[in-house]
Structure formats: C-alpha cells, structure tokens
C-alpha cells in the first residue's frame, strides 16, 4: 500500500486515490482490519488494497508488538484509517528526539532570558522562564526569539504595549457579541483560589488550542449560532474519542547503560507494565531515565486503581520477575531505578489535558475532517479559529499541531484581506472536504 501511495502522491491522482481509499475502510475497525484477508491490489479497485490477512494467534503476538514501535493492540478499536495513515506516511518512522535549543555538549545555547529565574506577564505576575529543553523549546522560542518583523520576540512586543500576554488565565466563557466581536471572560490569577477574579476582554477573533473535551467541560460557548458554529462541529469534538495514557518515568543509574551488557535498553511484554524504554542523557545531568511503563487505552485505565508510589513499585517488581525468569539475563534492574523519584503521568485526570491523543472510531472519519474544513467554512462568520491536534486526523504527532496553526493563520489572514507573500491564494490551498447532505467526495 506504501508503495502504491508513493506513487501517486503529490501527483493529480492522488485525491481521487485517496477518496476511494477513505471509502473503502472508513467503516472498519484496526480490528477488523488486522485479521481481513490480504489480496493484489488491481487498478480496477484502486482503494482496495485488503487486510492484513492474521490468525488470531498472530493479531495476539501482534497486539503486544505492533510495527516495530511498540504495542498496537490499545488501537484495535480505533478506526483503521489511522493506523493506515501512521504508516504509509511513516509517522512512526524516523521519529526524532527534540533535545532543545541545545549545543552539542546537551547544553543550552544562548538564549533570551535564559538564566533567568521567573518573568512577568503583561499584568506583573510571575511565570517560570525559559529553559530551552526538549518539546516545550518549541513553545519558547516562538515566544522570546526575536522575530524579522520588527526586531522583537512576541514576549517583548507583549510587555512593551502591556497587553496580549497573560498567564494563570482560565478561559471560562466565549461569547459572540452583536458588533461581530468575540468576549473572551477568564478567571485571572486562577490557581489562587479564592484569590482568583473574573475578567473579560474582546477580540476580532479568537484561535481555539484546546483538547476537545476541555472546551465542553471548562467553558461556555453563548450567542454562537447555527451559521457560525453548526451542531455537526460541535457534536463532531464533543463526541471525539480521547486515548488514555499512562506513562511511570524514573531516574536511572548512569551505569545501566554505560556498563550493563545484559539487560536490554528497550524492551516489549505483554504484561501489564507492556513497553519500557530508557534513554541516556548528556553527562551533565547525573542521572539517565528510565520509562518503567508505557501504556495506553484499557492497558492504561486498568492502572488507574494505583496510587503513583504503588504503580512505581509494582512495574519494577514485575520488570524484576520478567528478567529473572529470562534464562539469558536473570539480572534485576531494580537496583539501577531510584524510585523515590518517579513520575507518573495519567492524561485522561490530568486536568489541562483530560486525554493523550484524540483518535476517530469507525464510521466518524468524515466527523474529524469535519473539524478540518471549519476555518474556511465558518470562521470568516464566527471569528472563532481551531487549531491543535483536536482538530485533525493525525492526532498524537506535532505534524497535526503545525497544520492546524498554519492552517488557521491562512485562513485568518484571507477573512482580513492580508496580502500574501510569493502571490499565494487559498485557491492554492487544499480544501478539507468531508461527507456532506449533498454527498460530496471526500478528498484529503
């Protein structure tokens, strides 16, 4: 199928192919697709490639080992079209590690405030600064870097007018007002508690981030009608299908990887604590890390019952018998882990994330692309722009991150007339189209 893709992407083949792709498995499940019987692919039958064609002792072993990155079982019930995407497009191929802002000693480079202990928002409260490692380098760059426009970051440029930056800020309300503009009413200095206020500010416009199911259950959306936000987009994130994840971190002893020859780095079971990786960082840091476990829908909620301290405990007590048993190792690993130390992270309760990725269950493919086509469709009506990966196909990869946020900064700038650069039009910009009343064809 790969193959076959390689070929006609890119070309004007490509958007029929991938409609007839689209047709053919948007109402299967990973499930389904893994034990459907493979076949030759023909001309005649162009979205047709089959299935993976697995007894069910091999979609066993396959649940636990998936492509090669780990387990794929968790998705089984997810819409094939996903999986079908993360490979042929080679999402999980090639990933890179963000390291940061960094040099090739694991050091940060010179950087704004970097060094710096808190800064202040545009109203004088406090905000951890910049460190420049790992993803959130990503964030801060585009946030204190200057820029070619006028020689400043958007932090400086923010804190100059004294407006436009804020922090422990809690959006709670949007509402469409009767001039076109949006008021958006937020809780200021919310992590205070009862110290909190609320305050409001009006906009052109508003650009939406947030994990679906945080904007039904964290803020109101009022005067917003049908024209401007219809119930197929509303009912399309409200009912979007968020992954549970749990990952349990800890701190390694620089000597597992640097003198252990027996115990593997990256390991893959089908117990509960499933996938374990660990990672060497650079020698300035003392110790290396460790990812005890790596879990996700109902291998991740059969955890939740743990306290942290508890799930800690009890991955290394399984790593430990796992190792033990192995005629070829029968070496614990736990006198490598400090698990005084340990993290755990659960998406589904934590509260600014309420999920790790929002993936699409059969039959509702049309749903997310749905989400796709809003700032062409409705934005230049609603004033009201949605980006992040709530609003994609792609969720769980930055791809769909960045293609949400250029994908609402063109939009946004055609609705105010901007005049792009090189002679750019949204005529030369690809049309999200989904299952409409009037059944149109579904192109990527």
Not at 38 to 47: C, F, L, M, N, Y
Request: glycine fraction near 6%; charge should be negative.
């Amino acid at each position: 199928m790969t193959r076959q893709v390689a070929q006609s992407y890119g070309t004007p083949q490509w958007e029929s192919l991938w409609a007839a792709i689209v047709t053919r498995y948007q109402k299967l499940s990973f499930r389904d697709l893994v034990t459907l019987a493979s076949i030759a692919w023909k001309p005649s039958t162009p979205g047709d490639f089959g299935g993976l064609g697995m007894t069910s002792e091999e979609s066993t072993l396959f649940y636990s080992i998936g492509i090669g990155d780990g387990s794929w079982g968790a998705f089984y019930d997810v819409c094939c079209l996903y999986p079908l995407r993360t490979a042929i497009f080679g999402f999980s191929s090639q990933l890179q590690l963000v390291h940061g802002r960094v040099g090739i000693n694991g050091n940060p480079a010179p950087s704004p405030y970097l060094g710096e202990t808190t800064l202040k928002d545009c109203n004088d409260l406090a905000f951890d600064a910049p460190r420049y490692l790992g993803l959130a380098a990503l964030d801060e760059c585009l946030l204190f870097m200057e820029t070619n426009v006028n020689g400043q970051s958007f932090y400086d440029h923010s804190r100059q007018r004294g407006a436009g930056f804020l922090t422990d800020s809690s959006v709670t309300r949007l509402t469409k007002r009767e001039n076109g503009q949006i008021r958006v009413t937020y809780d200021w200095h919310a992590s205070s508690g009862t110290g909190k206020t609320e305050r409001h500010e009006d906009f052109d416009a508003v650009i939406m981030t947030l994990p679906s199911w945080i904007i039904e259950t964290h803020i109101q959306l009022e005067n917003f009608n049908q024209v401007m936000l219809p119930y197929t987009v509303t009912n399309a994130y409200k009912t979007a299908h968020w992954e549970t994840s749990c990952k349990v971190y800890a701190p390694l002893k620089k000597s597992f990887l640097s003198k252990n020859k027996k115990i593997p780095q990256i390991m893959v079971t089908d117990s509960f604590i499933h996938d374990v990786y660990t990672y060497r960082y650079h020698d300035v840091y003392p110790y290396d890390c460790i990812l005890l476990s790596y879990t996700w829908e109902d291998d991740a909620s059969k955890l939740a019952a743990f306290d942290d301290q508890a799930l800690v405990n009890k991955c290394v007590t399984e790593l430990d018998r796992i190792l033990l048993r192995c005629t070829n190792i029968k070496t614990p690993i736990s006198p490598y882990i400090d698990t005084e130390n340990a993290v755990v992270q659960r998406w589904m309760t934590d509260k600014n994330a309420l999920g790790c990725a929002k993936l699409y269950r059969a039959g509702t493919y049309y749903d997310a692309v749905s989400l796709m086509q809003y700032n062409r469709d409705y934005s230049p009506v609603s004033g009201l722009y949605l980006a992040g990966e709530s609003f994609s196909v792609d969720a769980g990869w930055t791809e769909p991150c960045l293609r949400g946020a250029v994908d609402a900064v063109i939009n946004l700038c055609h609705t105010t007339q901007a005049t792009f650069n090189g002679g750019f039009t949204l005529d030369d910009y690809p049309r999200y189209q989904g299952q409409s009343p009037i059944q149109q064809q579904p192109t990527l």
